[in-house]
């Protein structure tokens, strides 16, 4: 058997994801599950809105650019419905550096994009992985 290099590589240059923007659990509970993982993972969260959104960045140097700080989220949020027992969410959100340039990639790829939105602080679109898992994709501003 032949290796062809990673999984998906193709010989022309894609633009790719570079970082794990934020992991965000909903819960029926915010607030208990925050202090849970307040005291058994020792992840000191804030509270962005009392009984709904708690959370925490974890700040770090670039790897490619060691001037510039990079972060990831940590949030715990309320569900806007109730959350049976057997299946909870989690969005897992990617950096990417050109987000109108890897939604155009992926629109070529005949994935579709849900949602796009802009803030203050960033880019942000959403799609579906094969399986209905929901993707958020962000792009920071500088």
């Known amino acids: ?3 062809k290099g990673p999984i ?5 240059k894609r633009i790719s994801v570079d970082g794990i923007g934020g992991v965000f659990i909903y819960a029926n509970d915010a607030k208990t599950l925050g202090q849970w993982y307040a005291r058994h993972f020792g992840i000191k969260l804030e509270t962005y809105e009392e009984g709904k959104v708690y959370g925490t960045e974890f ?7 060691s001037s510039r700080i990079d972060s990831t989220v940590f949030s715990v949020s309320a569900s806007k419905v109730p959350l049976p027992p057997e299946r ?3 969005v897992i959100n990617y950096r990417v550096r050109d987000l109108p340039g890897f939604l155009d990639q992926l629109k070529g790829d005949g994935i579709v994009v849900e ?10 679109a959403w799609i579906k992985d094969p399986e209905g898992n929901r993707i958020e994709l962000y792009q920071p501003l500088p």
């Open 1 to 3: 058997m032949s290796s």
């Open 8 to 12: 998906g590589s193709k010989s022309q």
């Open 59 to 65: 700040r770090y140097r670039s790897l490619g650019d």
């Open 88 to 90: 909870r969410e989690c």
């Open 115 to 124: 949602k796009t939105e802009d803030f203050d602080y960033g880019r942000f």
